[in-house]
């Protein structure tokens, strides 16, 4: 079976590859609200004052890894599964020998994965444009705690987006999930602002949220602000959650599979 | 003259009959823009709880500014938006061939007889905000000041409007250019940014004249500020009429090389 996904991930990339310039162009789209944010923290900076307890070369490089890491942890609803379930499509993998969860992770990391290559070229010559250091200010420590939180988040974000886009089960159209989402996400998951200099009450919503740990924490971990036993019950919360979505999305699958008409 | 506003009344009065046919969608729209207008708001509140007059300006300017693009970018998708974002489709497909036969004037057919009554709402979300603002901050305006706003907000709205057909005029040439278009119009999300950060004089010039960015948020809040002096009209008219020729001219000649049916 291992073959079979193997297989996948090759036919996968070699499709996103076609589309490179395409992914360039997209993550540049990213890009450019962000130097709006560099642009006016710099301001901020320039004129004596400083956001939270935010060094001027830490912000940059948490506004940088949290533009990254959002586009690889992202969460929404995936188009290819609302289709499936819409226009029939699922019959075709459900008489299959595979698991449709994980045929689905795999195209979906792989094509992650090529976008995030091109990311980082762009997202490293932004951050030489802005903090003028060629080498990140990244400690090996940081890369490790990131690359263990990345091996729980890149499966949460997953089951999240899984999970949301098998809502096409109960409804006619779930794209208003996905426009709210791209509306909501950006400024709850710490992307357009660290969490931290939030309102106390309303900060201690947010960063208990799923979308806390899929940009801000790993955001803040790159930046380099946590020591083991903070990382340890870091990961603890994590996998509670992915527990809890594994769960639900596994109860929303099976009743989701009874009502399933296979028509289009 | 009539013959046009007929066409106009009736094409529209069809598509608010398709609108009130999936009213679940457009209020989850409607609502869609308003949070997304509250969180652009809360963004200036947040930063300005942290560092104040860190920020340059005061806040209720910053919140004029945010407020001044979603204005420009609403009237522009009222009254042009739909028919603009449609001309890849047109030339994409050769729907266009359906246009060029009706005895109108192409360029009233293609970007000006659609209207968006989506952003009708909007508007009038937009109008109410306003008013907060204004009496919440105690702005103080005189008749004279709404006046050169407005003014100021419909040359934005014309830049933008001419920007956007510019950039949508590659379709001619590229057939799938979604990617490009995204990235030239999101350098107008620059524009809720106030003009001081961008301290490099060539950046400012090329955020004025080339893609004017600064133009659509930070000239209308100068104005209601009454920071305006005469050039900054004279610069807004010259833009204004700058891209509106380029838009034109680019038009005609796109239309030279369309060469129907899914070209």
């Given amino acids: ?264 | 003259m009539k013959d046009y506003l007929q066409y106009y009344i009736k094409s529209n009065i069809l598509i608010i009959k398709r609108k009130a046919y999936f009213s679940k969608s457009f209020i989850m729209e409607i609502c869609a823009d308003i949070i997304n207008i509250i969180f652009a708001l809360l963004f200036y509140q947040i930063l300005y709880l942290n560092v104040g007059k860190g920020l340059g300006i005061p806040i209720s300017d910053l919140f004029i500014l945010v407020l001044s693009v979603k204005l420009t970018g609403d009237l522009y998708n009222l009254f042009f938006g739909a028919g603009v974002q449609s001309l890849p489709y047109h030339i994409q497909y050769g729907t266009l061939d359906g246009l060029l036969i009706k005895p109108f004037n192409i360029f009233f057919l293609m970007y000006l007889s659609k209207l968006n009554w989506k952003c009708l709402a909007n508007l009038i979300i937009d109008i109410f905000l306003f008013i907060i603002l204004i009496s919440r901050y105690e702005i103080a305006v005189s008749l004279v000041s709404v006046l050169s706003y407005m003014a100021m907000i419909c040359f934005t709205t014309l830049i933008f409007t001419a920007f956007n057909i510019l950039i949508y005029l590659g379709s001619i040439i590229f057939v799938r250019l979604d990617a490009f278009i995204s990235l030239l119009s999101s350098f107008f999300t620059l524009s809720t940014f106030p003009a001081a950060i961008f301290r490099n004089s060539f950046l400012k010039w090329v955020f004025i004249y080339l893609i004017p960015v600064i133009v659509i948020g930070n000239f209308p809040l100068m104005v209601i500020r009454r920071e305006q002096k005469g050039s900054l009209f004279v610069i807004a008219l010259t833009i204004t009429l700058l891209f509106s020729l380029l838009a034109y001219w680019g038009t005609m000649s796109m239309l030279k090389h369309y060469k129907s049916a899914s070209s």
């Avoid at chain 1, 307890?53 to 912000?59: D, G, K, M």
């Avoid at chain 1, 819409?86 to 992770?105: C, Q, T």
């Fill in chain 1, 1 to 264: 079976m291992s073959s079979y996904y193997i297989g996948l991930g090759k036919q996968t990339l070699k499709q996103a590859m076609v589309y490179r310039t395409n992914f360039i162009l997209s993550f540049l789209v990213i890009l450019i609200p962000l130097t709006g944010e560099l642009l006016l923290a710099k301001f901020v900076y320039a004129n004596g004052y400083q956001i939270g307890t935010w060094q001027l070369n830490n912000l940059i490089l948490y506004y940088i890894s949290a533009t990254v890491v959002s586009e690889f942890f992202a969460i929404g609803t995936w188009w290819d599964i609302g289709n499936d379930i819409k226009y029939g499509g699922l019959n075709y993998h459900l008489i299959r020998p595979y698991s449709y969860f994980w045929h689905n992770f795999v195209s979906y990391y792989v094509l992650k994965l090529v976008y995030i290559v091109f990311a980082i070229i762009v997202a490293y010559i932004a951050m030489v444009i802005f903090s003028g250091n060629f080498i990140p200010n990244i400690y090996p420590l940081s890369l490790l705690q990131f690359a263990i939180l990345a091996l729980i988040a890149a499966p949460l974000a997953f089951l999240i987006t899984f999970f949301l886009s098998i809502l096409a089960f109960f409804f006619t159209d779930i794209d208003f999930i996905s426009k709210m989402l791209g509306i909501l996400l950006p400024f709850i998951s710490g992307n357009i602002l660290p969490l931290d200099i939030f309102p106390a009450t309303i900060q201690k919503v947010l960063i208990k949220l799923p979308s806390a740990y899929l940009v801000y924490y790993p955001s803040c971990i790159l930046v380099g602000n946590y020591d083991w036993k903070e990382f340890f019950s870091l990961i603890i919360e994590v996998l509670l959650w992915l527990i809890f979505f594994w769960i639900l999305t596994s109860i929303l699958w099976f009743r989701g599979r009874k009502i399933y008409e296979a028509i289009g």
